[in-house]
């Protein structure tokens, strides 16, 4: 069964500072990856997807993941944070023709230390 | 619309009560789907809508839970009988997809359901 684990529930980084969310999916075939974000009273926004291609993809707001096939894993980063990236992160797999099931990760809470 | 609306946006009801929840996607977008969102407990697919059809229920968590969809356009998620475990905020989500096309969701504010 399709699944997708995001190990770290909750960080803290501080505002300049590098980030790098963790992210590994169970999916039998060529997965279809995303990456959302839920600010406080927001919906859920894409940040970037993966489909196929380059394994590095880049997403609003200066976020960039890697598909990396070998570890089954699709890591969120970017080279630094500000006060506004505070949010809830979710990974998340897309399953069955199209994509049209997509199953997420539990999510990783980020939080900025001024 | 500019997205996907969702209404109410918070709703309180008594245990045992029936509530709906309504979605109305982004105009031309002919999948819908709703999601689940819990505390601490992320998201959880409930159904997906492909025009009326439904092609996949698996996620509905019980036979209290129905969806409709009419005229490809405007979806209600039906909660019967409400429990408090069925506390926690709905999203609806709606794309271009169609069959052999990739899917990209765009979702809306939700709907806080809290079950007294």
């Known amino acids: 069964a399709q699944s997708v684990t995001q190990p770290d529930i909750h960080i803290t980084v501080s505002e300049g500072a590098s980030l790098e969310l963790r992210c590994n999916y169970s999916y039998g075939a060529t997965p279809y990856l995303f990456w959302y974000v839920q600010s406080p009273g927001q919906g859920l926004q894409l940040l970037l997807k993966?489909?196929?291609?380059?394994?590095l993809v880049q997403g609003i707001k200066g976020f960039e993941a890697e598909f990396k096939r070998s570890q089954s894993s699709f890591n969120l980063r970017k080279p630094s944070v500000h006060w506004s990236d505070a949010a809830e992160y979710f990974c998340?797999?897309?399953?069955?023709?199209?994509?049209?099931?997509?199953?997420f990760g539990s999510g990783t809470r980020l939080s900025i230390r001024p | 619309g500019a997205g996907v609306s969702q209404s109410p946006s918070n709703k309180v009801t008594e245990k045992g009560k029936d509530v709906e929840l309504r979605c109305d996607p982004i105009?031309?977008?002919?999948?819908l789907y709703w999601y689940r969102q819990s505390l601490g407990q992320g998201l959880e697919f409930l159904i997906y809508?492909?025009?009326?059809?439904?092609?996949?229920k698996s996620g509905l968590p019980s036979d209290r839970f129905s969806a409709e969809r009419t005229g490809g356009s405007v979806s209600t998620l039906t909660i019967q009988r409400t429990q408090q475990e069925d506390s926690a905020v709905y999203l609806c989500?709606?794309?271009?997809?169609?069959?052999?096309?990739?899917?990209?969701?765009?979702f809306g504010p939700g709907t806080r359901l809290t079950v007294l």
């Open positions: 998340a797999v897309g399953a069955g023709s199209s994509a049209s099931k997509i199953i």
């Open positions: 105009s031309g977008h002919t999948a």
């Open positions: 809508f492909q025009g009326n059809s439904a092609p996949d």
């Open positions: 993966y489909f196929s291609g380059d394994t």
């Open positions: 989500a709606s794309s271009l997809a169609g069959t052999g096309r990739i899917n990209e969701q765009f």
